[in-house]
């Protein structure tokens, strides 16, 4: 049973323009969300969270929207750089204990 | 200092093998974690530690041993794996209740 679902296991998207990475949850216990960025044979790196209290965050680049009542969250990057290309993944957790990760969305940026 | 330290970075041994991976970090942080990810796959919560003290096992299997010596340290004791444990294993570490900071991981092959 997967609780955090990335439908879209690609993404491509050309330089300068904006990335929509998509994320959909099944656990209503979920109260903590957080997205991470990925290269090969690296860890996850940190980039933005949101708390089930809000519906948006913004640092930078990065935008995360959460709309509770359809279980989705969103991460938005704009404008996409060619050191944006990499894999994302959403996660969520209840009290950020034990993250949930998705499949991962590997997004590409063209030049 | 925002670092997760693993090591080794690679790890070649055989199923008759012990052998320990090792996680530190310096930010202070209360929480520490083990995940493991295979190829194409998200990461998969193995141990959380809080406070140094065990709080979530994942139905590990017990040759896996986890160990938290202090709140800076964190090993993770192997023996007697077999070739399906071969995977990138990584160590976060957080705030109790914030987001997780990952290593760079050790790559494992189990022979």
């Known amino acids: 049973d997967q609780q955090v679902k990335q439908n879209s296991p690609s993404l491509s998207v050309q330089e300068g323009r904006i990335s929509i990475l998509n994320c959909d949850y099944t656990n209503s216990m979920f109260d903590y969300f957080l997205w991470y960025k990925k290269y090969p044979a690296e860890g996850p790196t940190f980039l933005i969270s949101?708390?089930?209290?809000?519906d948006k965050n913004e640092d930078g680049r990065f935008t995360v929207f959460l709309n509770k009542s359809a279980k989705h969250l969103s991460l938005h990057i704009v404008p996409s750089q060619p050191g944006d290309s990499a894999v994302y993944f959403c996660a969520a957790s209840e009290r950020a204990q034990k993250l949930v990760f998705g499949q991962g969305t590997r997004l590409t940026i063209n030049p | 200092d925002t670092e997760v330290t693993q090591t080794p970075k690679h790890l070649v041994m055989g199923m008759t093998n012990k052998k320990s991976l090792k996680c530190e970090q310096h930010?202070?942080?209360?929480?520490m974690y083990w995940y493991k990810q295979k190829a194409k796959k998200p990461p998969e919560l193995m141990f959380v530690y809080s406070y140094e003290k065990l709080s979530i096992n994942e139905s590990v299997p017990s040759r896996f041993s986890p160990e938290c010596p202090n709140s800076s340290l964190l090993n993770l004791h192997l023996h007697a794996l077999q070739p399906e444990d071969s995977a990138l294993y990584l160590c976060a570490s957080s705030e109790v209740g914030s987001e997780a900071f990952f290593g760079q991981g050790t790559r494992l092959t189990v022979v």
């Open positions: 930010m202070g942080h209360r929480a």
């Open positions: 949101i708390s089930s209290i809000k």
